[in-house]
């Protein structure tokens, strides 16, 4: 019982007080880890044995060029010249319905620097087996998308067998 006195509070001779604690969680919205960035190097991928598909930028004089391995889902860039200006690669599963953005990444690290991504860094960077996918290369100077280096290729994901796809 607590006894009021005008300006203070006491309790009274046999009061009990009860301390209760409250455990609390606080839950955030769930979220995957971040995909590992794509690697640099200064020579091509170690799968460059392997038989691949190539793609240079559309224009009169290639400043990039897409690279893909199947074995491995090896995907890499490569700036070819010191022009000041990156290359840019995206690429998208045909395959699917509709056709879904699988990643893209940016190299902008000057000429001869390779960026790559594969398989075992896991996903985005894990393709589909057997899916056809649209490999978009294309060069950017100061963020914007150089007219005419725009280019397009379908290949398939089939370990081995080096055969491309027509957009499905």
Known sequence: MIERTPGRRTLAAGATV????????????????????????????????EPHFTMETDDGDPGGAVHFWP??????TVDQQSDGKGVEIDIWNESKDPDAYEYG????????????????????????????????VRLVDNGEVVPGSTDHAYWRNNNGNQTGCSAD
Not at 21 to 46: E, F, L
Not at 71 to 76: C, F, K, M, N, P
Not at 109 to 125: C, E, I, K, L, R
């Open 71 to 76: 074995v491995g889902d090896v995907v890499a």
């Open 105 to 136: 990444f940016p190299n902008s690290y000057g000429a001869g620097t390779w960026v790559y991504a594969d398989a075992s860094m896991g996903q985005p960077w894990n393709m589909a087996e057997g899916d056809c996918f649209h490999f978009r």
């Open 18 to 49: 009860l301390a209760v604690a409250v455990p609390t969680c606080i839950i955030g919205p769930a979220h995957a880890d971040p995909a590992p960035a794509p690697r640099t190097s200064d020579t091509a991928p170690s799968a460059a044995a």
